[in-house]
């Protein structure tokens, strides 16, 4: 199917997605000028591509591709910087996070092309519930099966990039006691979940014509699962991260995914397995409930333990990757904010305790994400 030819790509290339809530400056509630702030960054000679989302009150940074984490923090920043300049004279201001604290979803409109129009025809209220902002990251793979086995692998490691990511404490005005409750509005969709426990890429052609011929998919773009193979792009998609309060962490994250796959890509540790899927559901919640302070269940060890220290025990383990790839300091970066209990969640909730008001917490997410810091 030339649809699902996979684009085989440099191997452990890096990219990522980064959906931005845009803020009206006098209330702090979700603005509606996403066309108008792309129509201004559209005259502006910039790296990467920015791009509408599924609401008028957010917009996507689509990172160019790169071999290091450090040069894919640059252009994050210089993009941000372009965002936040542009934005202002809009009087709107942009910030990061996994959901908005006090939005109504009722109020947002749909942004008006094709693709957004039919999601809202099949899926109805569920569309506008959809204004949440996660970051995507993109790892490249040298072929199809190497993107099947990356997929089977990192299932293993979703709470992880959960709770690493963590940054939707609030929503609907309500502290959810969550780190994540972004997840739960994905979860909605009848095709979220994770992909089946294929064999490689030739079942997974085979999967993929049974669901279109059924009627269920059209494109790779339906599927709405954690992981997913991206075969136009050569790469495996990280789907279940919030959007980061600074590009910094962004960067962080995604050197985290890239050295993962490094050590898979060169080890082949383990085999993927069923068991893997059989506890998913369990760790993925508790990262989204607890965070790092969540417990995990090992598939392959048969033992349970807190996803925080899973997370160190692992940068430990793929350290020599991460040196090799240059990105040493920011895994141990961290490192650092897990062994302290930090996290973006946990930064969101101190200034609503300092603060004592949710339009203030946005108006500080905004000032973070501005300051770039």
């Known amino acids: 199917m030339d649809e699902l030819a996979f684009s085989a790509s440099a191997g452990l290339t890096l990219g990522v997605e980064i959906e931005l809530q845009l803020v009206r400056a006098h209330d702090m509630d979700l603005s509606r000028d996403a066309d108008d702030l792309l129509a201004r960054l559209s005259k502006r000679k910039l790296p990467g591509a920015m791009k509408p989302e599924i609401t008028e009150s957010m917009i996507e940074l689509n990172s160019s591709v790169h071999a290091d984490s450090a040069a894919l923090m640059h252009e994050l920043e210089v993009m941000r910087q372009a965002v936040v300049r542009e934005a202002g004279v809009l009087n709107v201001r942009v910030c990061g996070g996994g959901s908005h604290p006090f939005h109504d979803w009722a109020d947002r409109r749909i942004y008006p092309n094709e693709r957004f129009r039919s999601v809202v025809e099949r899926y109805g209220y569920l569309a506008k519930q959809f204004t949440v902002f996660g970051q995507h990251i993109h790892v490249g793979c040298p072929g199809g099966d190497e993107a099947i086995y990356f997929t089977h692998m990192l299932t293993r490691y979703v709470p992880h990039f959960i709770a690493l990511s963590a940054a939707s404490p609030f929503y609907q005005g309500e502290d959810t006691s969550f780190q994540s ?146 990105s040493s300091e920011l895994l141990e970066e961290l490192a650092a904010g897990v062994r302290v209990g930090e996290s973006d969640a946990a930064w969101l909730r101190r200034r609503y305790a300092a603060r004592g008001s949710l339009a203030d917490v946005v108006r500080d997410a905004c000032t973070r994400w501005e300051q770039g810091s």
Not at 204 to 211: K, V
Not at 212 to 237: H, L, N, Q
Not at 300 to 316: F, W
């Open 181 to 326: 409750s972004r997840l739960t509005a994905v979860s909605a969709f009848p095709l979220a979940g994770h992909m089946p426990f294929v064999s490689g890429w030739a079942d997974f052609l085979e999967y993929f014509t049974t669901m279109k011929r059924f009627g269920i998919v059209a494109s790779m773009k339906d599927f709405y699962w954690d992981i997913r193979p991206k075969p136009e792009y050569g790469t495996v998609e990280i789907r279940v991260c919030d959007t980061p309060l600074t590009t910094r962490r962004a960067a962080l994250l995604a050197a985290y995914a890239q050295a993962l796959c490094a050590y898979f890509l060169t080890e082949h540790p383990r085999e993927p397995s069923r068991s893997v899927y059989l506890v998913n559901s369990y760790n993925r919640f508790e990262a989204c409930r607890f965070g790092t302070r969540g417990d995990m269940v090992d598939p392959y060890a048969g033992a349970r333990k807190k996803i925080g220290d899973d997370i160190l025990e692992t940068i430990a383990l793929i350290a020599p990757h991460a040196f090799r790839l240059g």
